[in-house]
């Protein structure tokens, strides 16, 4: 179409024939007679609406998740969690993918949490609504959507029933476990892991992942990189005499490697994630009795019972954080020499425990 604009003679092309037929042909011409009339330039009213075309296919959810979990693996969180948000992003991809995140609607979200709730996932659909959250304030911050519409759905979901994991409490019973894990006939190095696990109140993917680089045994002391724990901040385990003893021999065995637990495989790796509780099973004991995990509720319960030690102190050598954002800002203090005092102390009841053949043996 031949046309004068801004005293400027210009043409337009819609397309080839016959891959634009003639009859769509005229009917484009006559939108950008429209155009012309309204004192507008057809040409760039077609470059805007294609620069407009690029910039919604540029904000995908696809396109916004991908780059928040690449901005995730820059901040180095780890490869496992990152491996958990794509899973979840994942189930999404296939309905919400291609739409850009802020024509997303509020049924189309609760669609994908529907379809994993019907498979009795009532706990990760929770958290793939707190996924949603997170991606969509991301959006928001990159100007990409208006709101976060994931807060729409509170209360729509299944509140998944809390399950504990399993954890041995009783001191005859936890003296019992502690006896049966220096019976442990498997990996030599497996054995140590189970010995320490009581006494060091971490995770079992910190144990798993420890690296030596990481201990001062002169010290007595382990720090935990912040990109290791689950909060995000350098933690301080301190090394009680029961530990370094167990350190001291297991050095022997992969003193001159990264990991303190390597895998059978390849010593550039960690034993797995399930190499503990497969320990357990293997003793006897069921994931109903007891878990890896488990360690850590056995270290809060018991010292939280005994009122030996401030809550605060507890808590803090369990890395949790306190959700009251008022106490918090005051609760600054890092508590160490009460965690001293603490692990040592719990350290000796654990051998306690372990020579005694009842309560009051």
Known sequence: MNYRFDKKQKTLSFGKFPDLSLAKAREVRDIAREALALGLDPAEERKAREREARIRRSETFKVISDEWLDRLTLEGRATKTLAKLRWMIDIATP??????IADITVPELLQVLRSVEARGRYETATRLRSTFGTIFR?????????????????????TPKVKHRAAILEPAALGGLLRAI???DG?????????????????PGELRMAEWNEFDLAAHLWVIPAAKTKMRRPHKVYLTDEVLALLKKLRTMTGDGQ??????????RPITDNTLNAALR??????????AHGFRATASTVPNESRKWHPDAIERQLEHVDGNKIHRA????????????????????FVGLKKKSTVNG
Do not use: C
């Open 259 to 268: 990991y303190l637990f390597p895998s059978v495989r390849t010593p550039k």
């Open 138 to 158: 991301y959006a928001i911050a990159t100007g990409r959507a208006q709101r976060d519409i994931s807060a729409d759905l509170r209360g729509a979901l299944i």
């Open 282 to 291: 293997r003793l006897g004991y069921t994931s109903e009795e007891m878990t």
């Open 330 to 349: 005051y609760a600054r203090g890092e508590h160490w020499d009460e965690r001293v005092k603490m692990m040592q102390y719990w350290s000796r009841y």
């Open 182 to 184: 220096d019976t442990y």
């Open 95 to 100: 309905l919400l993918g291609n739409r850009p």
């Open 187 to 203: 990996q030599p190095t497996v054995r140590i892991a189970l010995q320490l696990a009581p006494h060091l109140f971490v995770r």
